[in-house]
């Protein structure tokens, strides 16, 4: 054998070896697909009939999970959840998540609505939306974050006669992000044009809202993993809430507790934009007590056109400044 024929035979020789070391990890890379779709199904299964065994009916319906090889994909034609024993049920319609095979851990979830739920002490609602999506930042043992984007959400009454139903809101666009931060989580959150049906609020008028926010829930790991029944012992620390309609803004900053007796505590900053648009506003949402609006905001105005404020809640006693606002009930 010549050595150009040795030399020939050693690209022949590299390119099978790398074809095969192809071939192997696409098998192992099929199996491991496959494997977890069935996992998924076998775990929702179990989850279902735990529930069961519970009592509560839950049903993710006809579930299949798909898009191999490049996604892996877990759709239902619809979600259901309904526990008797503490008369809560809610539905959905069809549920789908997509994870790329190059963002594994970064899957993003899509729900059709509408969402019907029914909760003791609230009328039976029905909340619809134009597109809604999640994205889930996976990690372990918590995600790092969960992202909430919605378009065209608006909310009603869902009667279970054949009465109409009650218009409640509408907002062109809300998002809401949750990120755990040691044992808190940290929440952020906007809203555009939310309009507030007036038969909702006792006839009360507000314009067209936006807001934003940031803030962080005190032990929020424990209290997501286990609802509390009560606000009693619960404490947030506001960075930044904001309501704004055109030239009006209010800016609330810094932390809210609630003793076991139910009594709050709060240290708050209060900044205006715009007192006399601000007055406005509330006068029209609390027409009762429109002139001590109208005055009080008249001598706040004339400390320029954004002060600020603070306002103290000591044991349920609050005060804006100097002046004393009253006692505020203890919650429950």
């Keep these: 054998m ?20 192809i071939l192997v990890l696409f098998a192992l890379y099929s199996g ?18 735990e529930l069961g065994g519970k009592g509560i009916k839950a049903d993710c319906a006809n579930l299949t999970v798909s898009g191999y090889p490049l996604n ?11 526990d008797d024993a503490k008369s809560i049920a809610a539905s959905t319609g069809s549920f789908n998540a997509i994870a790329g095979i190059t963002q594994p851990l970064l899957p993003v979830a899509a729900v059709r609505g509408p969402l019907r739920t029914s909760v003791p002490g609230m009328p039976p609602l029905w909340i619809d939306w134009d597109k809604l ?9 918590l995600p790092r974050r969960v992202l ?25 666009n809300a998002a809401g992000q949750l990120e755990p931060k040691d044992q808190d989580v940290f929440y952020t959150g906007s809203f555009s044009d939310l ?53 009006a803004r209010v800016t609330v900053s810094g932390p809210i507790s609630v003793d076991a007796d139910g009594l709050i505590d709060a240290s708050l900053k209060i900044k205006l934009k715009d007192p006399k648009a601000v007055a406005a506003i509330l006068a029209g949402a609390i027409p009762e007590h429109k002139s001590e609006i109208e005055q009080g905001f008249a001598g706040i105005a004339m400390l320029g056109s954004e002060p600020s404020m603070p306002l ?21």
């Design 2 to 21: 010549t050595s150009s024929d040795e030399r020939s035979r050693k690209p022949r020789r590299r390119l099978f070896w790398l074809a095969a070391f």
């Design 32 to 49: 491991g697909w496959f494997y977890l779709a069935g996992k998924v199904k076998t775990e929702a299964e179990r989850a279902v009939a």
């Design 72 to 82: 892996f994909t877990v759709s239902c034609d619809s979600l259901a959840y309904q």
């Design 133 to 141: 999506t999640a994205t889930v930042k996976l990690s372990w043992p």
């Design 148 to 172: 909430l984007q919605a378009d065209g959400l608006s909310g009603q009454t869902d009667p279970a006669d054949d009465s109409d139903p009650a218009e409640l809101f509408y907002a062109a």
């Design 195 to 247: 309009e507030i049906n007036a038969n909702a609020i006792g006839g009360r008028v507000l314009p067209a809202l936006d807001g934003a926010g940031a803030a962080t829930v005190k032990n929020g790991v424990a209290l997501i993993a286990k609802p509390p029944k009560s606000l009693r012992g619960q404490s947030v620390d506001i960075a930044s809430l904001d309501l704004s309609s055109g030239t």
């Design 312 to 332: 103290k809640v000591v044991k349920g006693k609050a005060s804006l400044g100097f002046i004393p606002l009253g006692k505020i009930k203890p919650v429950e």
